[in-house]
């Protein structure tokens, strides 16, 4: 149990992930400043016992006084969508290289004691190895993938170099409560109970016999508090963040439920699956919560039968 006097700053708490581990770190007793420009985070998601920031992480002088003195810095800030890399680099490549360049180097400077960085398994691109582990060479295959890499290769140059403890986390498929159905981590899940309530057909691109490694995000929450105090990370490392297990869109599609439609296949990933053994021998985390119960309570709570 934290005690009062220990203070996080979450960088993008006001999001789909980070509004939960500023929740989390409230029940520990944390005082938490959130910093959020609010480009994809909700006002509604900010824990009123938080301390809000309405920040954008290219202001380094800004971010840097909130930072300063904090004990851990959670960095989950960033412009998650795809699509949007591709068609706006400069911009992408501004916030989630150069925002994480900032909140890297005003930990450094402010004296705090760790940074936890949110990065995603699109650094690996499209892997023919299966199931993905961390010694695989980065290929990405998008902008957010390469610009992720590079912000997890800062963490860990920021530790070499100048000794601020960090971590980073290569999250997969994450789904859970608060998940945007039409935002950038929506993934088929989001958009598929979309498409339920609607009582429209569920859409499926190509075969459907593609798979995916879905996490749900309170099992992402706790690899977060633990890597915060863990004694065996903080050099720089880079854990996946993963179920370990992997299931096809076909039958995500079974488990909501109701008719399906298929259209022409895309150029997308066609597997993936963590391997998530480094995360279970740093920060003894196993994922706990399985698809088939992440999907019945969020079916409950979409009231879809």
Not at 132 to 158: D, F, M
Request: charge should be neutral; charged fraction near 25%.
């Amino acid at each position: 149990m934290a005690t009062q006097s220990k203070r996080a700053v979450v960088t993008g708490g006001a999001g789909f992930i980070g509004s939960h581990i500023v929740d989390a770190l409230i029940g520990e007793g944390w005082q938490v400043d959130i910093i959020d420009d609010l480009s994809g985070g909700k006002r509604e998601l900010i824990n009123p016992k938080a301390r809000f920031h309405l920040l954008d992480i290219r202001n380094y002088e800004a971010i840097a006084r909130v930072i300063s003195g904090a004990h851990r810095v959670f960095h989950l800030a960033a412009l998650p969508r795809v699509q949007q890399s591709i068609d706006e680099p400069q911009l992408t490549n501004e916030v989630n290289v150069g925002g994480t360049l900032n909140v890297l180097h005003a930990a450094k400077e402010g004296g705090v004691g760790r940074v936890i960085y949110s990065g995603s398994c699109a650094m690996y691109g499209d892997s023919p190895t299966l199931p993905l582990h961390e010694e695989l060479p980065a290929k990405p295959v998008t902008p957010y993938g390469h610009q992720k890499y590079i912000g997890e290769e800062y963490a860990r140059l920021y530790a070499d170099i100048h000794g601020l403890e960090t971590v980073s986390f290569r999250y997969f498929n994450v789904y859970g409560p608060r998940m945007d159905p039409s935002g950038a981590y929506a993934l088929a899940i989001g958009k598929f109970l979309r498409m339920r309530k609607a009582g429209v057909p569920i859409t499926i691109t190509g075969t459907g016999e593609q798979t995916r490694d879905f996490v749900h995000v309170a099992d992402i929450v706790r690899a977060n508090l633990l890597a915060s105090e863990s004694k065996k990370v903080g050099k720089g490392e880079a854990i996946n963040i993963g179920s370990g297990r992997r299931i096809s869109v076909n039958k995500l599609a079974e488990m909501l439920g109701g008719p399906i439609e298929y259209t022409e296949a895309r150029k997308e990933t066609l597997h993936t699956l963590a391997d998530v053994r480094k995360a279970k021998a740093l920060l003894e985390w196993d994922p706990t919560i399985s698809i088939e119960d992440g999907i019945r309570v969020l079916k409950v709570e979409w009231g879809i039968v």
